[in-house]
T-cell receptor, first 114, second 109 residues
């Protein structure tokens, strides 16, 4: 059974550009959540989608957005990139928002903004 | 507000035992998770506790006391490969995971 797949794994963007990151959850999983992690820091929650609906959203500016498709695949977009957006972006999937459902992480997308 | 507290960093010796504590205050409780994250890698699931008591899984054990809002992860027979960050997360009443900042564990020979 394939794990959570994130693409691209590494990317470099210029300040002011926009970027789209993709996440394919584990087969059968309908919940996808996104996190930002900067070096030496904990996980900062971005948003969670379940059955194409955004269930929860973290405290990030409107430049950060996401969506989920009918096949549960998800994308997140960051517009007008800033140097501080350089981070590891992690996607995680689970079968849904139920007690005990473990979330599984993808390997992440490393974004560098120059 | 919701809050998860863990020590920032701990150091232990290879072959020894270490206990990483986690205290929490959340809106409701639907279980507590521990994850391990090696530098530059994604977090991997270690354990889940929803009832009070100790759950043992090989060299790793996790304990929960809901009345005290407290959990710990116990690592026995430490190995160099256990050097990593350990993340505590609580699932709140909305089934959202609230994450601690993580504990960086350094293992010395």
């Amino acid at each position: 059974k394939a794990g959570v797949t994130q693409t691209p794994r590494y990317l470099i963007k210029t300040r002011g550009q926009q970027v789209t990151l993709s996440c394919s959850p584990i087969s059968g999983h309908r919940s996808v959540s996104w996190y930002q992690q900067t070096p030496g820091q904990g996980l900062q929650f971005l948003f969670e989608y379940f059955s194409e609906t955004q269930r929860n959203k973290g405290n990030f500016p409107g430049r950060f957005s996401g969506r989920q498709f009918s096949n549960s695949r998800s994308e997140m977009n960051v517009s007008t990139l800033e140097l501080g957006d350089s981070a590891l972006y992690l996607c995680a999937s689970s079968s849904g928002p139920t007690a005990g459902n473990t979330i599984y992480f993808g390997e992440g997308s490393w974004l560098t903004v120059v | 507000g919701q809050n998860i507290d863990q020590p920032t960093e701990m150091t232990a010796t290879e072959g020894a035992i270490v206990q990483i504590n986690c205290t929490y205050q959340t809106s409701g409780f639907n279980g507590l998770f521990w994850y391990q994250q090696h530098a530059g890698e994604a977090p991997t699931f270690l354990s889940y506790n929803v009832l009070d008591g100790l759950e043992e899984k090989g060299r790793f054990s996790s304990f929960l006391s809901r009345s005290k809002g407290y959990s710990y992860l116990l690592l026995k027979e430490l190995q160099m490969k256990d050097s990593a960050s350990y993340l505590c997360a609580v699932m709140d009443s909305n089934y959202q995971l609230i994450w601690g900042a993580g504990t960086k564990l350094i293992i010395k020979p």
